[in-house]
């Protein structure tokens, strides 16, 4: 006869900063950090420091989501003034204009910004998968309230709403 699996409450070090909890630990507390959000025509961009520097996430509207590590520098141009937006659109500016204009079919995709950048001071947090360090999940407190993660797992990328 098989003995049968207890089910043994999950203790953290850390405690996550939004309910529901994941059923699995971060790897450390939630941190507050200034991030930058854009709405965009079909999603949003949110620039969100590192330890290395800053990481671009795109969430589209159909829940796929990619990330760049922010590569533009102070001095570089924040915008390309060859590009003209549609009227009451715009033209994302330094990191995100980076990114949008830099990155193969990504424009298309995406769209025109429908807003100006704004920035936030949010919580983030973060998980890796104890299997490998190819994958990860970051959790963020969108300017709207609303907590996002970021699924990321060699080339499967994705964005879901978790939690308030």
């Given at each position: 006869?098989?003995?049968?699996?207890s089910?043994?409450?999950?203790?953290?070090?850390?405690?996550?900063?939004?309910?529901?909890?994941?059923?699995f630990?971060?790897d450390?507390p939630?941190?507050?950090?200034?991030?930058?959000?854009q709405?965009?025509?079909?999603?949003?961009?949110?620039w969100?420091?590192d330890?290395?520097?800053?990481?671009?996430?795109v969430?589209?509207?159909?829940?796929?989501?990619?990330?760049?590590?922010?590569?533009?520098?102070?001095?570089?141009?924040?915008t390309?003034?060859g590009?003209?937006?549609?009227?009451g659109l715009?033209?994302?500016?330094?990191?995100?204009?980076a990114?949008?204009r830099?990155?193969?079919g990504?424009?298309?995709?995406?769209?025109?910004a429908l807003?100006?950048?704004?920035?936030?001071?949010?919580?983030?947090?973060?998980?890796?998968f104890?299997?490998?360090a190819?994958?990860?999940h970051?959790?963020?407190?969108l300017?709207?309230?609303?907590?996002?993660?970021?699924?990321?797992?060699?080339?499967?990328?994705?964005w879901?709403?978790?939690?308030?």
């Amino acid at each position: 006869k098989l003995p049968v699996p207890s089910s043994t409450p999950l203790t953290c070090s850390d405690a996550w900063f939004f309910s529901p909890a994941p059923a699995f630990c971060p790897d450390g507390p939630a941190e507050s950090l200034t991030v930058a959000e854009q709405p965009f025509e079909r999603g949003r961009m949110v620039w969100v420091p590192d330890d290395v520097g800053a990481q671009v996430y795109v969430m589209y509207t159909d829940g796929k989501a990619e990330s760049w590590a922010d590569e533009w520098v102070e001095g570089e141009p924040e915008t390309d003034p060859g590009i003209q937006p549609p009227a009451g659109l715009f033209q994302p500016r330094r990191g995100f204009g980076a990114v949008w204009r830099g990155v193969t079919g990504l424009r298309d995709r995406l769209g025109w910004a429908l807003a100006p950048e704004s920035a936030a001071q949010t919580r983030v947090q973060r998980e890796r998968f104890g299997v490998d360090a190819k994958g990860w999940h970051v959790f963020l407190r969108l300017a709207d309230g609303r907590v996002v993660q970021f699924i990321g797992h060699y080339a499967t990328y994705a964005w879901l709403e978790v939690g308030r």
